[in-house]
T-cell receptor, first 114, second 110 residues
């Protein structure tokens, strides 16, 4: 069964450093998403991406964040200058079609900012 | 008011019990509804979509009441492996973000 994959599974970084989280969505999916979950809190939407551009972003997704689909398979989330409060699980998700279909989540990247 | 509200639990039940979770959502224009399951420190996994007509998948039954903005999940004959956090999830607009509740913790004990 096809699945969303994410690398790395765990990333430790120093405050102020840049990190890039990588995702490979399911191959025939067209809609891509990033969510985050701070430990003990609910899953929160960050950004959605379709047709090589951002279709929606949350208040969390400020200028420090960017997304890119550099080739036909990878979908990346970059945090330019990490803060302590960026420590969280980051989940990538993909969806085949826009209307009413469920999103499929990757296993997540645990980001720890020291 | 929270967008998606759930009782956090935990619900501690014996094996074989029937347990029900409820959820309310604030946006009356919400389009689609789901229950996801999340195990500790893992990704959310789709359990089932929820339709106004109600739907059943084995031991799991989900119901949607649009007038009351209320979603429910019933688990019959609970198994130890059902222990997890159950997330009520709403899609406010087709094609866009999912809005998650904080989850309800279920612990099934032998």
């Amino acid at each position: 069964e096809p699945e969303v994959t994410q690398t790395p599974s765990h990333q430790v970084t120093q405050m102020g450093q840049e990190v890039i989280l990588r995702c490979v969505p399911i191959s025939n999916h067209l809609y891509f998403y990033w969510y985050r979950q701070i430990l003990g809190q609910k899953v929160e939407f960050l950004v959605s991406f379709y047709n090589n551009e951002i279709s929606e972003k949350s208040e969390i997704f400020d200028d420090q964040f960017s997304v890119e689909r550099p080739d036909g398979s990878n979908f990346t989330l970059k945090i330019r200058s990490t803060k302590l409060e960026d420590s969280a699980m980051y989940f990538c998700a993909s969806r085949p079609r826009p209307r009413g279909d469920e999103q499929f989540f990757g296993p997540g990247t645990r980001l720890t900012v020291l | 008011r929270k967008e998606v509200e759930q009782d956090p639990g935990p619900f501690n039940v014996p094996e074989g019990a029937t347990v029900a979770f409820n959820c309310t959502y604030s946006n009356s224009a919400s389009q689609s509804f789901f229950w996801y399951r999340q195990d500790c420190r893992k990704e959310p996994k789709l359990l089932m979509s929820v339709y106004s007509s109600g739907n059943e998948d084995g031991r799991f039954t989900a119901q949607l009441n649009r007038a009351s903005q209320y979603i429910s999940l019933l688990i019959r004959d609970s198994k130890l492996s059902d222990s997890a956090t159950y997330l009520c999830v709403v899609n406010e607009e087709y094609g866009n973000k999912l809005v998650f509740g904080a989850g309800t913790i279920l612990r099934v004990k032998s």
